[in-house]
């Protein structure tokens, strides 16, 4: 009579909850690969931006009305949040506009790689915010990650890379910086209205950076049938659904484990350009891949390799259980 009461509330969820994460994280892998179809039908990088902000809007506020209300620890937004919601929100355009200027210039697996480094900029703002030293093991972990994005951009030595690989390399890296200082000052608002009060808001403000930046430099948006639609499911498939998935996901088994699922997330994006777009890393760029993917992971959670594989086996062993 005791038994399955207890067994259902430990169990489930946890798999439940990593499958959602793992859902997630795919979705999010799959948003660089279908910009650059949205790039193939001739529409610009200032067009895909607009149009993902202002189709993804209204599905995030309306997440809020049904999903994010009488939270305990949240409260209701004041006029000052919209201050530093601004702030952030322009923080995240940049992030945004960087991303898929570097896609537009280089593959999709070598930029995501790049902007994957960007936990260990988290961890240097918080060491130049803390006025502290990382320790040794935190300096050691950044040496491997960027002996491996060295790797990545350069396999052949630096006189072998091309120019737009270099410009492309530098937005990627911009995009990291950007979003990592977003993610780090904006996690105290976080922790005050909610993280979906904050994604509202935050989307909100950086749609109208976007509509702001685009009246004063005024780009070519060259908008299409095919290429509003490729826009309409990065919007849908790659930000909104994802998050909700996400957030339901960190509810159930907190940040910390699933920021370990989302590790996986450049291997996804890794075979999804081999097999839609025909990306192939060479032998020296697939070992810094795995080293960039390794340091993060160190840097992140202090985990090991069998850490991360007990995680990902425990919705099978809790099935065979049942």
């Known amino acids: 009579m005791t038994s399955t009461p207890q067994s259902q509330p430990v169990v489930k969820p946890v798999g439940s909850a990593l499958t959602l994460v793992l859902l997630s994280t795919a979705a999010f892998a799959m948003k660089g690969l279908l910009a650059k179809f949205v790039y193939a039908t001739g529409m610009t990088v200032d067009g895909l931006l607009l149009l993902r902000f202002m189709i993804a809007m209204p599905f995030f506020w309306v997440g809020v009305y049904f999903f994010g209300k009488n939270r305990p620890g949240e409260r209701r937004m004041k006029p000052v949040d919209l201050a530093w919601g601004a702030l952030y929100g322009g923080l995240f355009f940049a992030a945004a506009l960087f991303d898929f200027t570097a896609v537009s210039l280089i593959e999709v697996t070598v930029s995501r ?24 093991r935190q300096i050691f ?9 060295v790797l990545v951009l350069a396999p052949d030595g630096f006189g072998a890379v091309s120019g737009t690989l270099w410009v492309g390399a530098f937005w990627a890296f911009a995009s990291a910086l950007t ?17 979906m009060h904050f994604a ?31 826009t309409a499911a990065i919007s849908i498939f790659c930000t909104v659904i994802p998050f909700f998935l996400l957030y339901e996901g960190i509810r159930r088994i907190g940040a910390t484990q699933a920021a370990l699922i989302s590790l996986s997330g450049p291997a996804m994006t890794f075979f999804a350009a081999w097999l ?21 992971a160190s ?24």
């Not at 972990?141 to 994005?149: K, P």
């Not at 935050?202 to 005024?218: D, F």
């Open 299 to 322: 840097i992140k959670n202090g985990v090991t390799l069998a850490g991360v594989g007990r995680l990902l086996a425990r919705p099978f062993f809790s099935a065979s259980k049942e």
């Open 179 to 195: 979003y990592a200082g977003y993610l780090y000052f904006g996690q105290r608002m976080i922790q005050v209205i909610g993280s």
């Open 141 to 149: 972990c950044f040496a491997v990650t960027y002996l491996g994005l």
């Open 276 to 296: 839609l777009l025909g990306e192939v890393l060479t032998l020296p760029q697939i070992a810094g891949f795995a080293v960039v993917v390794i340091g993060v």
């Open 200 to 230: 509202a808001l935050v989307n909100t403000m950086a749609g109208l950076s976007m509509i702001l930046y685009e009246l004063i430099v005024q780009n070519p948006l060259n908008l299409n049938v095919d290429g509003v639609l490729w």
């Open 113 to 136: 790689i790049v902007l994957f480094t960007f936990p260990a900029i988290v961890l240097i703002l918080e060491c130049l915010h803390k006025w502290r030293l990382p320790p040794l």
